[in-house]
């Protein structure tokens, strides 16, 4: 679907990659090595489902919705005489899914030549923010058709045709559009995006109290399959129409549908799910994006939404268990205690978010094997960058000892000292081991303390 313009992008921000169990152990293949911590943790799943139970009962007991005020969708594709891939069937499918089924409000932009088809995307995604942004709000941005990955810009293009960008005038940069969608929207934000190299994006630039989660068609460095029966939208559609049908029409987040999308990909052609709004060393992850079929605000849920006020600062609590998660009665008593709590401190409480559980080794070596994991891909980078060009090599920053060191000491602390010794055996001096080497041992060794 697109010219292969990069090797390799090391992007921070947490992501998702999801696959069957078999699948999983095999994602540094997929992914160029880069795993993310919630990919191995157990607990994932079951931070999913807290989330929804949490959210439902502190909606009831601080009496607002559960739900969005508005969700608005905005469809971006190519005008049927420039998209040489044809995705206009598979996007109006799509485009009637969410109409119908979910109740969705639904806009539809066609980018063509007549005017600049960066003008034409940066106005549709302006105006869109302008006209259905809102803090109880939703936005959906869905882009089918080719995407290509430029090294030189760190940008991800959208183009009608598989021609070179530089012949190409049918083409747009996502990146300062995603810009808007990061910095200036009061409510969640998902984008998903159908084209290759949908994961080679910039880094995570902001962070706030809202969720923007972008969900990939394929992972970094990766194409996907143009339309027809194994495409990522066939998939996503299969996918929301069974999940519209296992929750009875009630409320499933975005890793839900990541999972259920995964069973259906073919091998190495897993989608991932990416949190756009924090960074890497955030204590927690952004909540997932809930969604159900939308309701309107008179039928017949309890609550209203209060009046906008703006979101000050956000109070974070770390609060010691002696077990490592929480069922539904002890969410629900939560919920019901933590509004009165707030009251009778005489502080005023906008909303509480869940953020999750992590058990707290699970914590430390989920975070030791993500730094690992991006040291030892940033070495294969510099390895690929000398291989391809003497003067790349020249300017690209070498690999920091000192951060190398820092890690060692956390790798010690978590793997005692006789794993450790093992895992950098390699080499006679630990910091001058190359992160690539080590970084197969420390993971399965790190695992094996995990799942201790």
């Not at 007549?114 to 106005?123: G, K, S």
């Amino acid at each position: 679907m697109a010219p292969h313009m990069v090797k390799t992008q090391i992007i921070c921000g947490e992501t998702v990659v999801s696959g069957p169990p078999h699948l999983i152990n095999s994602q540094s293949s997929l992914s160029d090595g880069v795993i993310s911590p919630e990919v191995k943790s157990p607990t994932t799943k079951r931070n999913s489902e807290m989330q929804l139970l949490f959210e439902d009962a502190i909606s009831k007991s601080m009496k607002i919705p559960d739900r969005y005020l508005n969700v608005t969708v905005q469809v971006i594709s190519w005008c049927k005489d420039l998209d040489d891939l044809k995705c206009e069937d598979e996007v109006q499918e799509f485009s009637k899914l969410l109409r119908e089924d979910f109740r969705f409000h639904v806009k539809h932009t066609k980018l063509n030549n007549n005017r600049p088809p960066q003008q034409q995307l940066n106005a549709a995604i302006h105006n869109f923010v302008y006209e259905h942004d809102g803090p109880y709000n939703l936005l959906i941005v869905y882009y089918a058709g080719h995407g290509s990955f430029d090294e030189t810009t760190s940008q991800l293009i959208f183009s009608a045709s598989n021609e070179h960008p530089d012949t190409n005038p049918a083409q747009a940069t996502w990146g300062p559009v995603e810009q808007t969608l990061m910095d200036s929207v009061e409510g969640d934000v998902l984008v998903i995006l159908d084209c290759c190299y949908a994961s080679d994006i910039q880094r995570s630039l902001t962070h706030g109290n809202k969720s923007y989660e972008l969900l990939a068609a394929s992972c970094r460095n990766n194409t996907t399959p143009r339309p027809g029966p194994n495409s990522f939208t066939r998939g996503l559609m299969r996918s929301l129409r069974e999940l519209l049908e296992d929750f009875s029409g009630n409320y499933f987040t975005t890793y839900d549908l990541l999972n259920k999308i995964s069973l259906k990909r073919p091998k190495g052609l897993e989608p991932a799910l990416h949190n756009r709004r924090f960074r890497i060393d955030t204590a927690f992850p952004s909540r997932h994006i809930r969604l159900a079929p939308h309701k309107a605000q008179d039928e017949g849920h309890a609550g209203v939404f209060p009046p906008h006020s703006a979101n000050i600062a956000n109070l974070t609590l770390a609060f010691e268990l002696n077990q490592r998660s929480l069922d539904k009665d002890e969410i629900e008593r939560l919920a019901k205690v933590l509004p009165a709590v707030f009251k009778k401190a005489k502080i005023p409480l906008r909303r509480v978010r869940f953020r999750g559980i992590e058990p707290r080794i699970e914590s430390r070596i989920s975070l030791l094997r993500h730094r690992v994991q991006v040291i030892a891909n940033l070495q294969r980078s510099l390895n690929r960058a000398k291989k391809r060009s003497n003067q790349l090599a020249a300017v690209v920053a070498p690999v920091d000892t000192n951060n190398t060191l820092g890690i060692e000491v956390e790798a010690k602390e978590a793997l005692g000292d006789e794993d450790f010794k093992e895992a950098f055996a390699e080499s006679p001096c630990p910091a001058q081991a190359a992160p690539a080497s080590v970084t197969r041992h420390s993971q399965r060794l790190l695992d094996k303390k995990c799942s201790v």
